[in-house]
Every structure is written in C-alpha cells, then in structure tokens.
Nanobody
Framework: QVQLVESGGGLVQAGGSLRLSCAAS????????MAWFRQAPGKEREFVAV???????GYADSVKGRFTISRDNAKNTVYLQMNSLKPEDTAVYYC?????????????????WGQGTQVTVAS
C-alpha cells in the first residue's frame, strides 16, 4: 500500500504558477503509475496528468503545454508544475496511484488517493 499527501495549493492570479507536491509513504512511488486529477464544484473528477513507472507522461488536452508532471524517486514525491493558470483551473487537485496504466486514465481505476489540495485562480 501507499499513502499520499498533497501540498502546494493556494490562491494565485490568472497567468501565475503553482507547484503541487504529492509525497508518498509506504511502498515507493516509483512502483506506481501516479496521476493528478481535479474536481471543480458541481463537476465530475477529471484527469489532469499521469506519469508511468518508466517516466513517460501524459496530459489532458486542457492543460497540455501549461502543466508538467514529474517524479523525484529519491524523495518519493511526484510534482505538478502549473504555469499560465486560468480561472477554469480552479479545483481541488488530487494525487492518485495504481499499479497498472490504462488509457485514458479514469478516477475509478485508481486505488490510492490523497486528501486533495485546493487551487484557486483569480481573474
């Protein structure tokens, strides 16, 4: 099993940047497919970015070119660098893990979740 704790959310102006962190404990994060999802009020949870055990990455079209997912296996941490933020990026962001990759990543397929961190982008 793996436990996940997100941090780094906050309030930022449109066009600004934030970096979210997902610290893993228990089994090492390098053993898992790690993904970020987000959920805005009144909306379903949606895929944002994913990194496989190999380090390959994938992104939702809405964040491609603006967000970057990365791993630091030495720190057992996954990051989401978010640049050029827009008000529509406002949501609770969740880190999630599973052993096997699927395309497209769907929340129901992920076994482990963090508690979420709020990102608010002001216009």
């Amino acid at each position: 099993q793996v436990q996940l704790v997100e941090s780094g959310g906050g309030l930022v102006q449109a066009g600004g940047s934030l970096r979210l962190s997902c610290a893993a404990s228990g089994r090492t994060a390098s053993s898992y497919v790690m993904a970020w999802f987000r959920q805005a009020p009144g909306k379903e949870r949606e895929f944002v970015a994913v990194t496989r055990q190999s380090g390959s990455t994938g992104y939702a079209d809405s964040v491609k070119g603006r967000f970057t997912i990365s791993r630091d296996n030495a720190k057992n941490t996954v990051y989401l660098q978010m640049n050029s933020l827009k008000p529509e990026d406002t949501a609770v962001y969740y880190c999630a893990a599973r052993l096997y990759y699927s395309d497209p990543p769907r929340p129901i397929e992920y076994d482990y979740w963090g508690q979420g961190t709020q990102v608010t982008v002001a216009s």
